[in-house]
C-alpha cells in the first residue's frame, strides 16, 4: 500500500515561510505531486518532483528525499490567499494520483 | 478551452434513484480520471480512461457504479441504486500523455467537480 502522511492542521502568519510535511510508505512511485485546494474548488497543481531535491516555482519549493520517504512543500512570503488544504500525492501508473488527507493552512494577518 | 468542467455541480437525489454525471476533459487530452472526494479527506481514485479504453478501476467502485467514454472524448458516471454512502464530491480529472517513450508524468487537470447529496 501507499500510507501518505500529512498534519492535518497548520497556521502560520502573513508575510512569513510555511513547511508542510509528507511522509509515505509505498514499493514504488513515478513522482511526487502537491495540489492547493481551496474550499469548495478543484485542486490546482502547484509542483512536481520525480528526483531528490529541490524544485522551486515563485514562492513555492517542493523538496522529495525517496530514500527518506519524505516531502515537503515550502511556501514563503504568505498571503492570505494562501489559506486552503495543501493536497500531496503519489503517482503510480497511468499517472493516477494516491492523495493524502490533505494540510489545511489557515494563513492570519 | 476553458479547462475540465463536469456537469451539474450539485445534484441532490433520494436513496434508491440512480444519477449519472458528465465530465469534459481538456480536449487534447488522453487521459482521463474519476475521483471521489469526501470532507477532510483528499481525493481517492476510482477509474482511469485512456482514449475510450477503462484500463482501471479502483476496488472502491463497487457494480452500481459504471463509467463510460464511448468515443475518447467526454465520459460519464453513473450510480445506480444510490446510498447514503456515496455522499460525496466527484472529481474529474484530465492530462496528457508525455512525450517519449515510456510512461512520463504530466500534471492533471481537475474539474469544479460534481457534489452528490443523497437524502
Known amino acids: 500500500g501507499q500510507n501518505i502522511d500529512q498534519p492535518t492542521e497548520m497556521t502560520a502568519t502573513e508575510g512569513a515561510i510555511v513547511q508542510i510535511n509528507c511522509t509515505y510508505q509505498t514499493s514504488g512511485f513515478n513522482g511526487l505531486f502537491w495540489y492547493q485546494q481551496h474550499a469548495g474548488e478543484a485542486p490546482t497543481f502547484l509542483s512536481y518532483?520525480?528526483?531528490?531535491g529541490l524544485e522551486e516555482k515563485g514562492r513555492f519549493s517542493s523538496f522529495l528525499s525517496r530514500s527518506k520517504g519524505y516531502s515537503y512543500l515550502l511556501l514563503k512570503e504568505l498571503q492570505m490567499k494562501d489559506s486552503a488544504s495543501y493536497l500531496c500525492?503519489?503517482?503510480?501508473?497511468?499517472?493516477?494520483?494516491?492523495f493524502g488527507a490533505g494540510t489545511r493552512l489557515a494563513v492570519h494577518p | 478551452d476553458t479547462g475540465v468542467s463536469q456537469d451539474p455541480r450539485h445534484k441532490i437525489t433520494k436513496r434508491g434513484q440512480n444519477v449519472t454525471f458528465r465530465c469534459d476533459p481538456i480536449?487534447?487530452?488522453?487521459?482521463l480520471y474519476w475521483y471521489r472526494q469526501t470532507l477532510g479527506q483528499g481525493p481517492e481514485f476510482l477509474t482511469y480512461f485512456q482514449n475510450e479504453a477503462q484500463l482501471e478501476k479502483s476496488r472502491l467502485l463497487s457494480d452500481r457504479f459504471s463509467a463510460e467514454r464511448p468515443k475518447g472524448s467526454f465520459s460519464t458516471l453513473e450510480i445506480q441504486r444510490t446510498e447514503q454512502g456515496d455522499s460525496a464530491m466527484y472529481l474529474c480529472?484530465?492530462?496528457?500523455?508525455?512525450?517519449?517513450?515510456?510512461?512520463?508524468?504530466?500534471?492533471?487537470?481537475f474539474g469544479q467537480g460534481t457534489r452528490l447529496t443523497v437524502v
Open positions: 480536449s487534447e487530452h488522453n487521459r
Open positions: 518532483n520525480v528526483l531528490d
Open positions: 500525492a503519489l503517482s503510480g501508473g497511468y499517472n493516477k494520483l494516491i
Open positions: 480529472a484530465s492530462s496528457s500523455r508525455g512525450s517519449g517513450g515510456g510512461q512520463s508524468n504530466t500534471e492533471a487537470f
